[in-house]
Every structure is written in structure tokens, then in C-alpha cells.
């Protein structure tokens, strides 16, 4: 079946624009996840949907940074007055129920700022 | 705080050797772990994960360790192939779901 896709898949803009990043989940998972992985580093965790509840956004490294998750399927992480070093790949995953569930990974958007 | 980390940031093999990758973890309290291959370019791939009641899961030619009393997880590849070539991370699922990813290692293997 069709795993987690993302869009769009490479993203360059000039500090200080805002730029919409697209997660669309695997159908039926109810928990979806952001991360940022910096140039060879490993992925810190930004934000987290489960269901209904509250969004865990204990990740999300200041204000600029914010994400909707809209009918609990699809999600966009928003990022507002760029800055060059929000410079990474944002990934995004699902899991069929939340916590202790195998978190599947889309491909990731390579944002580059300028 | 808590963090997963791994010992060796490179590691390269022979083709057709075994490769190990290990991981230390700090939270005693985790009770699932979880081991990524990423290639170039690509998100995370599961591989094989691990619930902390045991010690060792198999899958297809990758075996899993879990040694709670040392807070260490491998990842043991049977017969190393060049498409293993990536970088592996561990990951560890704390209480609020979160995964908390270590650094990495990246395995190169030689033909």
C-alpha cells in the first residue's frame, strides 16, 4: 500500500519567507510525527498528533515553527520568517496508534534557506 | 536528560562479513527500541525493533540484542551486502511516544 509521502520534496526560499511543508500520512494511522534532521546528524523530534488529543509541540525549537494536523489524516508544519539555520530535512512519520507503535517515515523535505 | 548514542560513527566491512553496530541508551525506563537504516536521500526504513521484556529478536539476516543491565542495543547483520551500505540509527520510544535517536553509525561495505 502507499506508505507516507511528503511535499514537496526539495524547498529553497530567502530568509524571512514562510514556507508550508505537506505530510500525507499512511491511510488509517492515527498518530503522525514531525522531525528535523540536520546534515549528518540524527532526527530530533518537533511535534506530535495523536487522534484528537493535544498535540505534544515540545519539540519545536521556537514560535516560528508550527503545525496543523487537519481531519486527523493530512498535516502541514509551517515555518515562518525563515531562518538559514532552519536549513535541514523536515521528516515526517506515522504509526498506526501512537506510542510504542513502529513509526513509518515518508522521504523528507529538503528545505534550504538562503 | 535522556539520549541514545552510538559507539562508533563509521563502520566499514567485507562483503559477506558480519557487521555488529551498537548503541547505548540512558532511560531505563524505555521499554521499546527500535533500529532505521537510512540511505542517501531517503527517510528512515524499520528494520527490526525490540520490546524491552526480551533480549534478542531475529529477522531476515539482522538479530537484534537488548542488555538492559548495561543499557546497550546491537544490531548484528548476518552476511553483509553492499545494499546494507547506509547510515543505522537506534532509536528509543519514550513514555510519551517520542523517539529519541541516537547519532548514527554509517556502515560501508567494501565488494
Known amino acids: 500500500g502507499a506508505g507516507v509521502s511528503q511535499s514537496p520534496s526539495n524547498k529553497v526560499t530567502e530568509k524571512g519567507k514562510d514556507v508550508e511543508l505537506r505530510c500525507d500520512p499512511i491511510?488509517?494511522?492515527?498518530?503522525l510525527y514531525w522531525y528535523r534532521q540536520s546534515l549528518g546528524q540524527g532526527l530530533e523530534f518537533l511535534i506530535y498528533?495523536?487522534?484528537?488529543?493535544?498535540?505534544?509541540k515540545s519539540g519545536l525549537p521556537s514560535d516560528r515553527f508550527s503545525a496543523e494536523r487537519t481531519g486527523g489524516s493530512v498535516s502541514t508544519l509551517t515555518i515562518q520568517r525563515t531562518q538559514q539555520e532552519d536549513s535541514a530535512v523536515y521528516l515526517c512519520a506515522s504509526s498506526e496508534q501512537g506510542a510504542s507503535e513502529t513509526q513509518y517515515f515518508g522521504p523528507g523535505t529538503r528545505l534550504l534557506v538562503l | 536528560g535522556e539520549s541514545v548514542g552510538l559507539h562508533l560513527p563509521t563502520l566499514s566491512v567485507q562483503e559477506g562479513d558480519n557487521s555488529i553496530i551498537n548503541c547505548a541508551y540512558s532511560?531505563?525506563?524505555?521499554?521499546?527500541f527500535i533500529w532505521y537504516k537510512q540511505e542517501s536521500g531517503k527517510g528512515p526504513q524499520f528494520i527490526i525493533d525490540?520490546?524491552?521484556?526480551?533480549d534478542k529478536r531475529q529477522g531476515q539476516r539482522v538479530t537484534v540484542l537488548l542488555n538492559k543491565t548495561v543499557k546497550h542495543l546491537s544490531l548484528q547483520i548476518a552476511a553483509t551486502q553492499p545494499g546494507d551500505s547506509a547510515v543505522y540509527f537506534c532509536a528509543e520510544v519514550n513514555q510519551g511516544g517520542k523517539l529519541i535517536f541516537g547519532q548514527g553509525t554509517e556502515l560501508s561495505v567494501k565488494p
Open positions: 491511510s488509517g494511522h492515527t498518530a
Open positions: 498528533f495523536q487522534g484528537n488529543s493535544a498535540p505534544d
Open positions: 525490540i520490546r524491552s521484556n526480551m
Open positions: 532511560n531505563s525506563a524505555s521499554d521499546y
